[in-house]
């Protein structure tokens, strides 16, 4: 049986490469991308990684840099970055009825009823057309399951010699000499603590891993690894939201039960996806620093017009408390509907997570924002513990009116070149 | 042209792409057809609804960028300041294309043409002379589709 193969399309240096296609002075340069209010480097080109600036650098450490002219400091620009991602998003649905994004820069791409044979050439192609029609450098990843199509992509990535582009097929030598070759904590989903669990008994790559008897990986340590271990092994077993890769992005969505256009109907399904976001995000002790919101009308219903819009909106500072995210994804759906158009599906994500630090290190705080975040965390606290009581929803947020304009700080942002007239690129 | 103006409250919003704004204008209906070879006109398509320019003009959403144009370098070819140029990444350049390149790190707008066999990049203006690209660093980075000129009224 010819199994069907998954691609991952992952964008190199994403946020400095759509800066890039704009600025070519960019080119080979150190570029890093800053948060706009809290000033520090949430993006890096390959560049400025082998100049040592980690992610996470406060903007005023590198200032001499600067300075100098050795990098260069960008303010974030989403609405740059949404459009340019929905854009490579379009490029490969010319090619796959089944493009999922996983985050602003990573996109499963299902090839379903294609030849297993063709998948060098086709993903070849993928390579070369996202890279030409939108500037985007991509590396593209293809075998018969997700967590091998996240390593085949890491190595087209990380080898020179893939050229970009890297097709696993699981019984082959090369492909058991690649898994040999990669760690278990760079595999999807295991996390730290399962490694050093795992080192114990003698598990230390990707091959060992799939050599070991799935089921007994699924007794000692969760149904998960076990699925993990099989995924390895060429049999796919996790969906899109099964794996969470959570230290990165955090996604809500689902489908409606019948297509919808109401705007109250997709006020309420943002509002609970936003909120259920949230409630991850608080899980796992990170804060986000931006809300995608999408809408996605039916492409199998080709009679019907097609709008599948996307918009990012950028909070004022990190933030874990589901009024702010909420309002985020509501300023965010109010302005990508429109009238006259069925959705069949609708999602929340949160991009450019951080951990949430244990004390809040920020020039710009004084009494009052501290008072105000030691509120809203013990307001999140009581809502999350009454929800897992007495059920999730017990207590819900209603849809808050999205405050005034928030006034970022963006001195150094490029022009929103692709989003908006009065920035368009002048040339002479 | 519909714009759609700028939103300073949502500073921080993407407009979508495409964004097709809805209009309930009568237009009036015009079945022409391109010159008399009996070439049915690509108008003719979408008969039956309002004719949207973004049909016309945008043959490749993901691959189409806008940009102004600055400066009199290319008024010979009827591409004047402030002029809104369709650029498509997608179609690969040919002689005789207008072309948006990078020279040098610089962006520009120029003709790609041959002039004995040799690629050169064109001015339409006598005060900048053709610039020959094969010993320069140079890199066509999309073929401009059509031009916008929209006038004062």
């Known amino acids: 049986m010819n199994t069907p193969m998954i691609g991952l399309v992952d964008c190199n240096n994403f946020y400095a490469s759509c800066e890039r296609v704009f600025d070519p002075r960019l080119e080979g340069r150190p570029v890093g991308v800053m948060s706009n209010n809290d000033g520090c480097v949430i993006a890096r080109s390959n560049e400025l990684k082998a100049l040592g600036v980690e992610m996470g650098t406060p903007a005023f450490q590198l200032q001499p840099l600067v300075r100098e002219g050795r990098i260069h400091l960008l303010s974030s620009n989403y609405e740059l970055y949404g459009d340019m991602s929905a854009r490579v998003r379009e490029v490969l649905e010319e090619y796959s009825a089944g493009v999922e994004p996983y985050s602003i820069d990573e996109m499963f791409v299902r090839f379903d009823g294609f030849d297993r044979n063709s998948m060098l050439t086709l993903s070849r192609t993928l390579h070369r057309n996202v890279r030409k029609f939108t500037g985007i450098p991509v590396c593209v990843g293809v075998a018969p399951t997700r967590t091998l199509a996240k390593l085949a992509n890491r190595a087209a990535k990380k080898r020179p010699e893939f050229g970009g582009v890297c097709v696993l097929e699981p019984d082959e030598v090369g492909t058991q000499r690649l898994l040999a070759d990669t760690p278990l904590g760079d595999v999807w989903g295991v996390g730290r603590r399962l490694v050093e669990r795992l080192a114990l008994q003698g598990l230390h790559t990707a091959w ?38 959570a230290r990165q992005r955090i996604m809500t969505s689902r489908s409606f039960g019948r297509m919808t256009g109401d705007l109250n109907e997709l006020r309420d399904a943002i509002r609970q996806h936003a909120q259920r976001s949230a409630e991850k995000l608080r899980h796992q002790g990170s804060l986000t620093r931006a809300v995608l919101v999408f809408l996605k009308s039916n492409r199998h219903r080709p009679d019907l017009p097609q709008y599948s819009p996307s918009t990012i909106v950028e909070l004022p500072a990190p933030t874990n408390d589901s009024r702010e995210i909420l309002a985020a994804a ?98 002479r | 042209m519909t714009v759609s103006a700028a939103q300073p409250s949502h500073a921080s919003l993407a407009r979508p792409h495409p964004a097709p704004e809805p209009c309930a204008l009568p237009h009036p209906h015009i079945t022409g057809r391109a010159g008399i070879s009996g070439f049915p006109s690509p108008a003719e398509d979408y008969a039956g609804r309002t004719l949207d320019l973004n049909e016309r003009l945008i043959k490749r959403p ?76 140079c890199q066509v980075w999309g073929v401009v589709r059509s031009v916008i000129h929209e006038y004062a009224v």
């Open chain 1, 208 to 245: 060992d891993l799939r050599c070991a008897d799935p089921r007994a990986i699924g007794q000692r340590y969760s149904v998960v690894l076990e699925r993990t271990a099989r995924e390895l092994q060429g049999t796919p077993c996790f969906e899109m939201n099964d794996a969470d890769d």
């Open chain 1, 330 to 427: 509501q300023q965010a759906l109010e302005h990508i509907y429109l009238r006259g158009y069925r959705f069949m599906k609708a999602g929340v994500m949160l991009l450019d997570l951080i951990d949430q630090p244990r004390e809040q290190l920020s020039l710009l705080d004084d009494e009052a924002d501290i008072a105000r975040r030691e509120r809203s965390q013990q307001l999140m606290a009581t809502l999350d513990a009454m929800n897992q009581k007495m059920g999730r929803g017990t207590v819900r947020l209603g849809v808050a009116r999205p405050d005034a304009a928030w006034q970022l700080r963006c001195a150094h942002r490029s022009a929103r070149y692709t989003t908006n007239w009065q920035e368009l690129k002048r040339l």
């Open chain 2, 62 to 137: 993901a691959a189409t960028f806008f940009m102004t144009v600055a400066g009199d370098s290319m008024e010979g070819f009827g591409i004047y300041e402030g002029d809104t140029l369709v650029v498509d990444r997608s179609i690969d350049a040919r002689p005789g294309h207008i072309v948006v390149a990078l020279v040098e790190g610089e962006v520009v707008v120029k003709r790609y043409e041959l002039i004995g066999q040799r690629p050169y990049l064109s001015s339409g203006n006598a005060l900048y002379p053709p610039v020959a690209i094969f010993d320069l660093e």
